[in-house]
């Protein structure tokens, strides 16, 4: 280092202040640019290439202090060497769940999208934030696009909306929209002067509702968990006596949180009949459609979601059923006049100066809590160009037909148990090991098959063979969900699926 110092200095009009020389980059942009060249190359090989092979693991599974040796996680004062660090990316990957695999049934995202990943390599490189014209022209024009069209399958005349980290920012966003249309004082005066304001949202709902409640000073004590049925619908009938007891207590009621594609049961709240209350009582209705919202891109299930069009705002996650890749989240309002500017704009003025050279209508910043924010709205944009609206409603209908024929096998099974028919891609089902089959019903027989679902996934994960959710759910005992997304699962994984359970409990 102090050879090359020396060098430089020796250069004509080579400039040092502070003991650092500032002629030219300090980077070595030829090794920057082939340990980017290399490291592509084994995502390709490793993760791309490698998506579809159902002969892979899911997993390769390490306990966790066994995998920070492996990754060697300590920072050091000098850097690593260019095949170490190629290594890491080998390691990283290796180590890693693949959820691009098509037996990766975990969660309520899974698979991989080609355009979707080559407009976050594009994203990713250019380092953009979407927050004025100036900085992100194209993501702008972008998110404008997608937002219109989404609000179109919505069933609104016009809205407007904005992309976001989550279901659950944009659950909290609505929340806080509510709130300030209800009382617009709170942004300037903030609660110390409010009354006792109470929202609904049913037992099903994310839990993002009570994180929301907390975080803005509402209180979870404030949020009124309305009574579903056996299906986990919203119950019309309780929220009327639950708004009726509210204002009867003395609060202000302002808000009422639907749920369509509920997290375990997937199920959708009957919209229509809640919207009849929220106007009867002039409250906000918020749909969050994290998880079934895509149902309204395929024209024969979008009836999932009937009464949608009478929301005041929906969350919708393309992340999830239409693989856009996380994260990809927008919040969209019907109101049309400026509310969602209003109630988070701060007009920073050196940010949103309004004497500019363009129409300072297209710096969107100021409606996002956020300052810096990723152009999200471009790999599903870049997606839906590559497959059309036709494409993304194949995948919805294939999806959930992959899901009803797994339902029907598990009919078929002995030893496999369906919780509920689904209407959604949710199979939620219980797997009862052949030395409990003969046992009576009773508290002994359901405490054992509470224990079978933690060791069939214990062991599914440490084989690799796939990736399956289980859980507790008001009063059932552990019971596997499984979800189907990806456009790379077939009706032989469904079958593998089965069998593979089957294969890990056989000496339960």
Known sequence: VGNCKQEMLQKKNAVLVDGVILNGPIMDSKAGEKFVEEACKIIMEELIQKADDVTEKVCEWRAPETLKQILDLEMRDTGESHQKLLQLCRDVIQYSVKTSHPRFFNQLYAGIDYYSLAARFITEALNPSVYTYEVSPVFLLVEEAVIKKMIEFIGWEEGDGIFNPGGSVSNMYA??????????????????????????????????????????????????????????????????????????????????????????????????????????????????????????????????????????????????????????????????????????????????????????????????????????AFKFWLMWKALGTTGLEERVNRALALARYLVEEIKKREGFQLLLEPEYANVCFWYIPPSLRKMEDGPEFWQKLHQVAPIIKERMMKKGSMMLGYQPHRGKVNFFRQVVISPQVSREDMDFLLDEIELLAKDL
């Open 175 to 376: 929340m806080n929209l509510a709130r300030y249309r209800f009382c617009p004082e709170i942004k300037e005066k903030g609660l110390s002067g409010l009354p006792r304001l109470v929202l609904f949202t049913s037992e099903e709902c994310h839990y993002s509702m009570k994180k929301a409640a907390s975080f803005l000073g509402i209180g979870t004590e404030n949020v009124y968990f309305i009574k579903t049925d056996e299906r986990g619908k919203m119950i019309p009938e309780e929220l009327e006596k639950q708004v009726q007891r509210a204002r009867k207590e003395g609060s202000a009621p302002f808000l009422v949180c639907a749920t369509a594609g509920t997290t375990v049961l997937g199920a959708f709240d009957p919209l229509d009949k809640i919207a009849d209350i929220c106007e009867k009582h002039g409250l906000w209705l918020h749909v969050d459609a994290s998880w079934g919202g895509s149902a309204l891109i395929s024209r024969k299930h979008c009836r999932l979601l009937h009464g949608i069009h009478r929301a005041d705002s929906v969350a919708w996650n393309p992340h999830k059923m239409l693989l856009a890749g996380i994260q990809c989240c927008a919040l969209l309002v019907k109101d049309n006049s400026g509310l969602l500017k209003n109630c988070y704009s701060a007009k920073a003025a050196y940010l949103f100066q309004q004497d500019k050279f363009y129409d300072v209508s297209y710096d969107t910043g100021d409606k996002s809590i956020q300052c810096s924010r990723r152009p999200d």
